[in-house]
């Protein structure tokens, strides 16, 4: 499992500041901007420690539905849901989702 961007800012900060450059240059283009993206927020702000990867499924999405998205994704490293956006079969789903996983 690679580091996500957020991961990779955190071990990019450890890093001496010599050094910090030389590791974010091994970094395929993609990747190098998703954590440049984060580091040039300052330091104890939530830009600072947020992930760019999320997944958003409108709120008429099913409990089922959410399930399959997920799944065809793979990993997630949070999982976040606005309950009361969600019809109350599908909130009930979800909370036996969350208990299984």
């Known amino acids: ?3 996500g961007p957020d991961d990779a800012v955190s071990i990019i900060d450890s890093l001496p ?3 910090r450059e030389r590791v974010l240059a091994l970094l395929d283009p993609e990747r190098q901007a998703a954590v440049r993206e984060i580091i040039n927020y ?3 702000t939530v830009g600072r420690i947020m992930t760019p990867d999320f997944m958003a499924l409108s709120p008429d999405t099913t409990a089922r539905g959410a399930i399959d998205k997920i799944r065809e994704r793979g990993e997630l490293e949070s999982f976040f849901t606005s309950m009361s956006s969600m019809k109350s079969a599908s909130r009930s789903a979800c909370r036996r989702f969350y208990a299984v996983t």
């Open 17 to 19: 500041d010599e050094r």
């Open 1 to 3: 499992m690679r580091a």
């Open 42 to 44: 300052p330091e104890g």
